[in-house]
């Protein structure tokens, strides 16, 4: 195993985030911007699965209270490699409110990684990773 220095980090789902992230890219170039968020989703689902990339789309979140489930669920856009959720966007520019959502998202089902997958920026794909 090769030694780090000090201050450096070594990175959880690397290869994974690079095959998502290279299909989200793919889905950029190939629509651009300025579609709804509803053609970025069905072309990345198809992207996902030209690649082999395991995923599950709009997949539900329960939401616990007290250790209680409640009622109302999320939907991430996409759960990948079964621990990576991906919530994508097609807005101007990411804000802190859709790094929230996300992080949010994280909390509610332990899962470690998130990407936040934004098509709607003119210059090109604009992308964060978010640790839990």
């Known amino acids: 195993m090769p030694q780090r220095s000090a ?3 070594e990175l959880i789902f690397k290869d994974e985030v690079y095959a998502i992230i290279g299909a989200a890219i793919e889905v950029h170039k190939e629509l ?8 970025y989703q069905e072309a990345l689902e198809m992207e996902l699965g030209f690649r082999e990339i395991p995923f599950e789309p709009q997949k539900p979140l329960r939401v616990f209270y007290k250790g209680r489930p ?9 759960q990948c490699y079964t621990s990576i959720i991906v919530e994508i ?18 909390s509610a089902t332990k ?10 920026s003119v210059s090109r794909l604009e992308w964060k990773r978010l640790v839990n």
């Open 7 to 9: 201050g450096e980090v």
């Open 32 to 39: 651009g911007h300025g579609f709804l968020e509803a053609v």
């Open 70 to 78: 409640l009622k109302k669920e999320y939907a991430c856009d996409f």
């Open 89 to 106: 966007k097609a807005i101007e520019k990411l804000s802190s409110k859709d790094e929230s959502q996300l992080l949010n998202y994280l």
């Open 111 to 120: 899962q470690p990684l998130g990407l936040l997958i934004n098509f709607g």
